[in-house]
């Protein structure tokens, strides 16, 4: 079966991106529009989920960690996910793989790639902050991850897998961006070392948490995976699934303004 990949050129940067856009349309479905942003977990969790049956999603994909937060707290209500136009990077990996329901009908892409996340970073990351905060009330965005896969049956190779065949030069540092009390952004790279990174925490008073990314992370090639393949990594609950036949199907990405496809 072939393997479709497309190199891309990213033209917004994470640190760049908006935070998503939603909303209710009629009285059980829920609308996501954007790449997610950091405080996005906390704004959707101000919906009644009580009254949704499912979930709509348009996205690029965005920050890591938030994506796997609304993901998490997205599939404790099992619903179903249909992909409007596309479901990229971080939408792919955690909001539709581990859904108990996916719908990704004709026109619709998902794309996949760099698919070994940073969690080394991130748990050290998310340890420094509490340790400042004095707050341990929170899980780590592996503990969410694991959590998610294991209750889906995800067999997590596709990770790995998706980091062989999408990942172009070496891996792009984890850069964390601060806004000072003057309003000038700071930034630092984040490392594996708790102290270090306590450190830097210590050192930017009266911060605001800005965003996550990764640095000269700029040209990546994307997978986007047939149902077969999908299915092959345990990939459960596909109702509708348009597989991407030819680089035709893929060139409204293009249009959106943010992707442009390399021949």
Not at 8 to 24: D, E, N, V, Y
Not at 102 to 124: C, E, M, Q
Not at 157 to 171: E, L, P, Y
Not at 228 to 248: C, F, H, M, N, R
Request: glycine share 6%.
């Amino acid at each position: 079966m072939r393997t479709l990949l497309l190199a891309l050129c990213i033209a917004m940067l994470s640190s760049q991106a908006s935070a998503i856009k939603f909303w209710t349309y009629g009285t059980d479905t829920l609308v996501i529009y954007g790449n997610f942003a950091y405080g996005d977990t906390r704004r959707i969790s101000t919906v009644d989920f009580s009254k949704i049956k499912k979930l709509i999603i348009d996205s690029g994909g965005g920050e890591m960690n938030e994506a796997i937060s609304t993901a998490y707290l997205i599939h404790s209500h099992n619903l179903p996910v249909i992909v409007a136009h596309e479901c990229l990077s971080a939408c792919a990996f955690w909001i539709f793989l581990p859904a108990i329901e996916k719908h990704l009908g004709r026109g619709a892409v998902l794309g996949l790639h760099s698919g070994t996340p940073h969690f080394d970073i991130n748990d050290a990351m998310i340890a420094a902050a509490r340790r400042v905060r004095h707050d341990s009330n929170h899980s780590t965005p592996r503990e969410l991850h694991d959590e998610m896969m294991i209750k889906s049956g995800i067999n997590q190779q596709i990770f790995m897998d998706t980091w062989k065949k999408t990942t172009n030069g070496k891996n792009p540092a984890l850069v964390l961006e601060y806004k000072n009390k003057h309003g000038e952004i700071v930034k630092f790279a984040m490392t594996t070392n708790i102290e270090k990174n306590i450190e830097n925490y210590l050192a930017m008073k009266n911060m605001e948490y800005v965003t996550i990314y990764q640095d000269d992370l700029i040209e990546h090639t994307f997978w986007f995976p047939t149902k077969t393949q999908l299915e092959s990594y345990g990939v459960k609950g596909i109702v509708e699934y348009d597989d991407p036949k030819t680089e035709e199907e893929l060139k409204p990405l293009e249009q959106s303004g943010n992707i442009t496809l390399f021949r």
